[in-house]
């Protein structure tokens, strides 16, 4: 056993914490969970900091307890929300609950005798639930004062968008998952993000009211972006764990592209390395920040346990190809859909392979053909200047004719104006 809460202390991700249960958690192997809402097939990185909680529980050999709702996932939480959520139906939620799952089991061991993790859903025990049990087992313990206290209810009652019945009675829902699980599962403890708090001490409050029982809560800091963006959230949307949705390339390049005040805070949260690993990575860095050592040593850590090596592995030779010295080898062993993947975002052009065949000089190509320049004159100017490439070399002639033989992959031709400005010609 290991101090699980001095583990959160120290890596910056403790919040709240009821009185008692650090040390209840020092008596011994104690069961605690914390609930993930399927609203998508897959999570995302700000799902990670609870991820994380749940992994350093079990490493201090406590027994995590991961919940999916199949059921709250059809009502939604109004905590930190200000707008209602679009209700899912029944098979949208099995469906992501699929989703979920299969991620989840890559992060805690599911396996480890004693302290293994458990996957439990509250459909299981809401399905065969009517409303008069309901009203009658939980909602009489619970007074609608209590209930309009929550900071989560308030914001929601002075903003605008007010507050449905379905949202109102969540934390009451929520209540009783932990109720449940305290009552079958002995689970002791709730952990969850701050914004949760309400509605962990909701379940504890019910617990001491309907069974004189006692449970007890804890909260992580919600993780936010030094320049006050909101974590997890790039140009292009949210950064999801599902490599369908964002590839192992652009994972990686989300941490790889952190600033190093974050990266100093996310290396505690989001890695398992210690406190002497990390304090001696923070030399190496500040001996020489434009190494980015800390980035790297962050981002090759989670896009290894997210995904894989091999995956890793690619999307540093991507980087290396499209920032470095990469070398053309690399870009012909990716099929169509990676290359696309890779170039998403960067401006495209389509040319003919007819034309192609007969060959079109550099300065009719970047200019005329796909836009790439605004004329000829400029192509040719820029060129002189060197301040062209073509599938990674230099362009110094103008007037030099491209062929079918300079695709890459039969397909692809990739242009650099400058360092980092990239364009894809596709030819159809």
Not at 27 to 34: A, F, K, L, R
Not at 293 to 316: F, G, M, N, V, Y
Not at 404 to 409: E, G, P, Q, T
């Amino acid at each position: 056993m290991t101090n699980f809460v001095e583990e959160l202390r120290w890596r910056g991700m403790l919040q709240d914490m009821m009185p008692g249960t650090e040390e209840k958690l020092n008596e011994g192997m104690t069961s605690g969970y914390i609930g993930f809402d399927p609203t998508a097939d897959s999570l995302h990185v700000g799902h990670l900091t609870q991820i994380m909680t749940l992994i350093h529980f079990q490493r201090a050999g406590h027994k995590p307890y991961a919940l999916v709702g199949g059921a709250t996932g059809m009502v939604g939480d109004p905590s930190g929300k200000s707008d209602e959520r679009n209700l899912q139906t029944e098979d949208m939620v099995e469906h992501n609950l699929a989703g979920m799952k299969r991620q989840l089991s890559k992060f805690l061991n599911f396996d480890e005798a004693g302290n293994g993790a458990v996957m439990v859903n509250n459909n299981d025990w809401f399905k065969d639930m009517n409303l008069f049990t309901f009203i009658r087992d939980v909602g009489k313990h619970i007074t609608v004062n209590y209930m309009m206290a929550k900071d989560s209810v308030k914001r929601r009652l002075d903003g605008d968008s007010g507050l449905s019945f379905t949202e109102f009675c969540y934390q009451l829902i929520q209540g009783y998952d932990f109720y449940y699980l305290w009552k079958n599962q002995n689970c002791l403890v709730q952990m969850g993000g701050s914004d949760q708090w309400g509605n962990i001490v909701t379940g504890t409050e019910l617990i001491r009211r309907k069974d004189a029982g006692t449970a007890f809560a804890i909260t992580t800091q919600l993780i936010k972006k030094a320049d006050g963006t909101k974590f997890g959230k790039t140009e292009s949307g949210a950064v999801w764990l599902d490599p369908q949705k964002t590839s192992p390339y652009k994972f990686y390049q989300f941490w790889l592209n952190a600033s190093d005040d974050d990266t100093k805070k996310w290396i505690r949260i989001f890695t398992l390395k210690t406190q002497e690993e990390i304090e001696n990575l923070e030399q190496e860095h500040d001996a020489a920040p434009h190494l980015r050592i800390l980035q790297k040593a962050l981002a090759e850590d989670i896009t290894i346990r997210t995904h894989s090596e091999e995956a890793l592995e690619t999307a540093i030779k991507t980087s290396e190809f499209l920032f470095g010295n990469g070398s053309l080898e690399f870009f012909n062993t990716l099929n169509e859909e990676q290359v696309l993947e890779i170039f998403e975002g960067v401006p495209q052009h389509r040319i003919s392979k007819n034309e192609l065949a007969s060959g079109i000089d550099a300065a009719t190509l970047l200019a005329e053909k796909s836009t790439i320049l605004e004329s000829k004159g400029a192509a040719k100017k820029l060129i002189q200047g060197g301040g062209v490439s073509v599938n990674k070399e230099k362009l110094t002639d103008a007037a030099f004719i491209f062929t079918k033989a300079d695709l890459l992959n039969d397909q692809f031709i990739i242009v650099q104006k400058g360092r980092r400005n990239y364009f894809l010609l596709i030819a159809e």
